[in-house]
T-cell receptor, first 116, second 114 residues
C-alpha cells in the first residue's frame, strides 16, 4: 500500500482481556517498529523487527507484551491481561533499510487502545 | 534515562514566524529529527539534520543545531493555520540500548491564530 496501515483504529477492551493490534508496513520495507504514545507524551520505543526477527525488544514494558512478524511483513502486537495503564495510542512505523544512516521511519495512524 | 525536552505550547498569529525549541540529551546523536502530528493522523517526518551541520533550510522550514548546548530549533516562516499541530523533536542515541531507535520529546502544540 501507499503507507503504513494499522488496524483497528480504535480498540476498547476490559481489564484482564487479551488484545491484538495489527500493522501493515510499506511494501518492501525490511524494518518495522512499534511505539507507544501515552496522552500528552511523545512516542516511546517498544520493539524493532529486522525481517522476521525481533532485533531489539528492550522497550517492551513487561512480559504481557509480545510482538511477531512471521513473514517479514505484517506485524501483530499482542497484549495479555490488559491493564488500565496500557491505554495509549500504539504506533507502528516501517523503514526501508536500517543499515543506511539516513534511513527514515514512516509512521502509521496508530491504534488507540482504551482499557476500561 | 534523560528526557528530550520541549515547551508544551506555542501560539502564533497567521503570517508570523514560529520557533519551536528542543533540548536533546545525547551529544553523540548522529541525526536529529522533527516530526509533525495532526489529530487522528500518524507522525509525519518534516525534516532532519545531520550532526555535522548547524543549519538546514527546506522551503518554509529552517532547522538550527547548537551541538555545544544540545539545542535544536525549528523555525516555520509565514505560519499558516494548516501548520497547527504537535511538533516532536527526536534523537537517535547510537551508544545506548535501542541504538538507532528514535527517542522523542514530549511535543510542542502549535496553535496558529487566524
Amino acid at each position: 500500500g501507499a503507507g503504513v496501515s494499522q488496524t483497528p483504529s480504535n480498540k476498547v477492551t476490559e481489564k484482564g482481556k487479551y488484545v491484538e493490534l495489527r500493522c501493515d508496513p510499506i511494501s518492501g520495507h525490511t524494518a518495522l517498529y512499534w511505539y507507544r504514545q501515552s496522552l500528552g507524551q511523545g512516542p516511546e520505543f517498544l520493539i524493532y523487527f529486522q525481517g522476521t526477527g525481533a532485533a531489539d525488544d528492550s522497550g517492551l514494558p513487561n512480559d504481557r507484551f509480545f510482538a511477531v512478524r512471521p513473514e517479514g511483513s505484517v506485524s501483530t502486537l499482542k497484549i495479555q491481561r490488559t491493564e488500565r495503564g496500557d491505554s495509549a495510542v500504539y504506533l507502528c512505523a516501517s523503514s526501508l533499510d536500517r543499515s543506511f544512516s539516513t534511513d527514515t521511519q514512516y509512521f502509521g495512524p496508530g491504534t488507540r487502545l482504551t482499557v476500561l | 534515562g534523560e528526557d528530550v525536552e520541549q515547551s508544551l505550547f506555542l501560539s502564533v498569529r497567521e503570517g508570523d514566524s514560529s520557533v519551536i525549541n528542543c533540548t536533546y540529551t545525547d551529544s553523540s546523536s548522529t541525526y536529529l529529527y522533527w516530526y509533525k502530528q495532526e489529530p487522528g493522523a500518524g507522525l509525519q517526518l518534516l525534516t532532519y539534520i545531520f550532526s555535522n551541520m548547524d543549519m538546514k533550510q527546506d522551503q518554509r522550514l529552517t532547522v538550527l543545531l547548537n551541538k555545544k548546548d544540545k539545542h535544536l530549533s525549528l523555525r516555520i516562516a509565514d505560519t499558516q493555520t494548516g501548520d497547527s499541530a504537535i511538533y516532536f523533536c527526536a534523537e537517535i542515541r547510537p551508544y545506548q540500548t535501542g541504538a538507532n531507535n528514535l527517542f522523542f520529546g514530549t511535543g510542542t502544540r502549535l496553535t496558529v491564530i487566524p
